[in-house]
């Protein structure tokens, strides 16, 4: 099985502006989450997806935003960009059934983001 | 809220060198507990993980770690390390309840340098 893509895998983007990742889980993987790794504050938690609703979400302020199309593609979206959100965004799936907590969840390589 | 602390920041062995990486989470609840391995370059990969059971779980790569749920903490150990071990580690939890069933809570993680 192919692994979790996410694209683009760098990005520049300045300040103010917005940015769209996507994220292809694992084949029959209908759960997709993201977190965001910055050295300072190390691997965060965004939000999670399944069955395109928006199953869960951390701590994050209102520019961050995602969605989950049919075929369980995922996209986050950062609007209004801040220097603050230069960071590795990592997406990843899992299979979901009645015990979620216990399905592993597999990685992409993510998308640097820079924000100058 | 759930927290993870992982207590070194970054470690330095030579080869053959035995290893013990701390970490520690704060849940009074039933948790599921992980470790994560992000090589150079490369995805976040599952180590290891623990759901309930014998608390001395062993992982690929050699790789182990001891349960102690009174002292809340998820240690991981290598009798001894190769210059490939390194890389950076996380400790992860999440819980099986609750409106944030399945999320991976991570500690900050600790870097690892094998010296050949």
């Known amino acids: 099985k192919a692994g979790v893509t996410q694209t683009p895998r760098y990005l520049i983007k300045t300040r103010g502006q917005q940015v769209t990742l996507s994220c292809s889980p694992i084949?029959?993987?209908?759960?997709v989450s993201w977190y965001q790794q910055t050295p300072g504050q190390g691997l965060q938690f965004l939000f999670e997806?399944?069955?395109?609703?928006?199953?869960n979400k951390g701590n994050f302020p209102g520019r961050f935003s995602g969605r989950q199309f049919s075929n369980s593609r995922s996209e986050m979206n950062v609007s209004t960009l801040e220097l603050g959100d230069s960071a590795l965004y990592l997406c990843?799936?899992?299979?979901?059934?009645?015990?979620?907590?216990?399905?592993?969840?597999?990685f992409g390589p993510g998308t640097r983001l820079t924000v100058l | 809220a759930q927290s993870v602390s992982q207590h070194n920041h970054h470690v330095i062995l030579s080869e053959a060198a035995s290893l013990e990486l701390g970490c520690n989470y704060s849940?009074?609840?039933?948790?599921?507990l992980f470790w994560y391995v992000q090589y150079p370059g490369q995805h976040l990969q599952l180590l290891l993980k623990?759901?309930?059971?014998?608390?001395l779980v062993k992982g690929i790569k050699g790789f182990e770690a001891e349960f102690i749920k009174s002292k809340f903490s998820f240690n991981l150990r290598k009798p001894s390390v190769q210059w490939s071990d390194t890389a950076e580690y996380f400790c992860?939890?999440?819980?099986?309840?609750?409106?944030?069933?399945?999320?991976?809570?991570f500690g900050k993680g600790t870097k690892l340098s094998v010296k050949p």
């Open positions: 990843a799936s899992r299979s979901s059934g009645p015990r979620t907590a216990y399905n592993e969840q597999f």
């Open positions: 084949s029959g993987h209908r759960s």
């Open positions: 997806y399944f069955s395109e609703t928006q199953r």
């Open positions: 849940y009074g609840g039933t948790v599921n």
């Open positions: 623990y759901f309930s059971g014998d608390p």
């Open positions: 992860a939890v999440n819980t099986n309840y609750g409106g944030s069933q399945g999320n991976l809570i």
